[in-house]
């Protein structure tokens, strides 16, 4: 059971790895897991850029997104994003939140992202979450437990939702569904702004936009995706050591036997 639980941490820093290479993620932006035994609780990194992340930074919280164990890494200001998406979605097991570029232009003009092709039909519908309708005038992040869940709230059954002025925020069954999900997402994006510049854009239908989709979440393709972009890690000097996973998760299951009241940290960093 532990080394299951190490293999899923090292496969988060991977996730991780990868979108930082695939430019969805700089120097801001997370991704997060659910434990595979407790699904009140997910591990994502401490406060730091994405692309630094070892599985020594992970930090356990549970769904109100604090600390089952004291700790003394900062936290993201916004994994309320996660927790609140965990909580409504019980069949959510892996969250993404970024700014990539290619989906900004959809945040800022509040046009519709449509899959055009069909490896993206995984998209599937994406609403518009507009943060100032709710709470007027913020700071733009996702800090407070009430707008995390706003924001499940516009996601609902679906699987990506754009953040006006923001970013987006991408959910699968598994961290391999969300990478692919995340990555096409953005190229979807991309292709269909330049389709705009040639003022037609012409999307999947409903019918075809849920038989490919229905295609493409299926082991054989996300794992072949995957294996590729492992591969790319790879070659950027990026991808992170095993043991580092068996490590931490050994140190961890003899925490739970010391087990403190959480510290409550407050912070507003992304």
């Known amino acids: 059971m532990a080394d299951d639980?190490?293999?899923?941490?090292?496969?988060?820093?991977?996730?991780?790895?990868?979108?930082?290479?695939?430019k969805v993620l700089d120097a801001f932006g997370h991704v997060s897991v659910r434990h595979p035994r407790d699904p009140g609780r997910y591990f994502i990194s401490r406060h730091q850029a994405?692309?630094?992340?070892?599985?020594?930074?992970?930090?356990?919280?549970?769904?109100?997104?604090?600390p089952v164990r004291p700790t003394e890494f900062r936290l993201y200001s916004?994994?309320?994003?996660?927790?609140?998406?965990?909580?409504?979605?019980?069949?959510?097991?892996?969250?993404?939140?970024?700014?990539?570029?290619?989906?900004?232009p959809f945040c800022v003009s509040g046009r519709e992202l449509v899959p055009v092709f069909h490896l993206p039909a995984v998209i599937g519908h994406v609403p518009f979450w507009d943060q100032h309708d709710e709470f007027g005038?913020?700071?733009?992040?996702?800090?407070?437990?009430?707008?995390?869940?706003s924001l499940a709230r516009t996601l609902g059954?679906?699987?990506?939702?754009?953040?006006r002025r923001h970013g987006a925020t991408v959910a699968g069954t598994s961290l391999r569904e969300m990478t692919f999900r995340t990555v096409y997402g953005c190229e979807n994006a991309a292709l269909q702004s330049k389709a705009m510049a040639h003022g037609h854009v012409d999307h999947l239908s409903p019918g075809e936009m849920?038989?490919?989709?229905?295609?493409?979440?299926?082991?054989?393709?996300?794992?072949?995706?995957?294996?590729?972009?492992?591969?790319?890690?790879?070659?950027a000097g990026l991808m992170p050591a095993k043991a580092g996973a068996r490590r931490a998760t050994a140190s961890a299951t003899r925490a739970k036997t010391k087990r403190a009241?959480?510290?409550?940290?407050?912070?507003?960093?992304r």
């Open 50 to 66: 994405p692309e630094l992340a070892e599985v020594a930074d992970l930090v356990e919280l549970d769904l109100d997104s604090q």
């Open 157 to 163: 059954k679906n699987w990506m939702v754009l953040m």
């Open 78 to 104: 916004e994994r309320v994003i996660h927790g609140e998406i965990y909580k409504a979605r019980p069949d959510v097991h892996a969250v993404c939140h970024h700014h990539s570029h290619d989906v900004l």
């Open 137 to 149: 005038d913020t700071n733009m992040l996702v800090v407070k437990p009430e707008e995390g869940a």
């Open 5 to 22: 639980l190490a293999e899923l941490l090292h496969e988060l820093i991977v996730a991780t790895r990868i979108l930082a290479n695939q």
């Open 210 to 235: 849920k038989l490919s989709s229905e295609h493409s979440v299926r082991p054989p393709s996300t794992n072949r995706a995957w294996n590729y972009w492992v591969r790319h890690v790879e070659r």
């Open 261 to 269: 009241p959480a510290k409550r940290r407050s912070t507003t960093r």
